[in-house]
Nanobody
């Protein structure tokens, strides 16, 4: 079982990106109730929570991304998304997918670079 992120890249400020995280090898009864989250880590900084979505679809966002980022999930595809709009240079970093299923599991990360 693993989490596989995709969708990172290079974008100009005020642009948009959509990240995807596929929960590979998860069975439905494990994925559906699991909380899924996106974290990010900028160079020299600690990893920080960006957004999370529970099995019941309760969402939570860091103050810095509220109104710009949207987290969602598609249980049929066992995938969680992070739509990022109006990106700013301070959003640059490696974005990691995380689940609290299976005692906690991290993806390998995907780089997001925002140029001002």
């Amino acid at each position: 079982v693993q989490l596989v992120e995709s969708g990172g890249g290079f974008v100009q400020a005020e642009g948009s990106l959509r990240l995807s995280c596929k929960a590979s090898g998860f069975i439905t009864s494990v994925f559906n109730p699991a909380t899924m989250a996106w974290y990010r880590q900028a160079p020299g900084n600690q990893r920080e929570l960006v957004a999370s979505i529970s099995g019941g679809r309760t969402v939570n966002y860091a103050d810095s991304v509220k109104g710009r980022f949207t987290i969602s999930r598609d249980n049929a595809k066992k995938t969680v998304y992070l739509q990022m709009n109006n990106l700013q240079s301070e959003d640059t970093g490696v974005y990691y997918c995380y689940t609290d299923a299976r005692n906690g599991l991290w993806g390998q990360g995907t780089q997001v670079t925002v140029s001002s």
